[in-house]
């Protein structure tokens, strides 16, 4: 079993699990699965990329200069920006779906 550096973890959740999300949104998802990412889900990842910049800043200090999500602010805003685009989506699909 291979453990990634908390570094790492987030590089690949900014550039795999987050887009992930917003692509399987965009498919065939049902409006709840979309209203669960928003609600819980993405709070969840949030709070957990939290703790992984807590760990990664103790162990490399400069880790910021070579993954972009090693900073608080680009937390928020990949997060603000992803609930956003969720809500747009499920919006959307919630507007088909009374509208069918």
Do not use: H
């Not at 993405?42 to 999500?69: A, F, H, S, T």
């Not at 920006?81 to 779906?97: F, G, N, Q, S, V």
């Amino acid at each position: 079993m291979v453990t990634l550096d908390p570094c790492e973890r987030l590089k690949i959740i900014q550039t795999q699990l987050v887009p992930a999300m917003l692509s399987s949104a965009v498919s065939d998802v049902d409006t709840l699965d979309i209203k669960a990412a928003i609600e819980k889900n993405l709070p969840d990842l949030e709070r957990n990329c939290y703790e992984l910049l807590g760990r990664c800043e103790k162990k490399w200090p400069d880790c910021r200069n070579e993954i972009e999500l090693c900073s608080r602010e680009k937390i928020e805003d990949l997060f603000r920006d992803t609930r956003e685009k969720l809500e747009k989506i499920w919006e959307e699909k919630k507007a088909r779906e009374e509208g069918s």
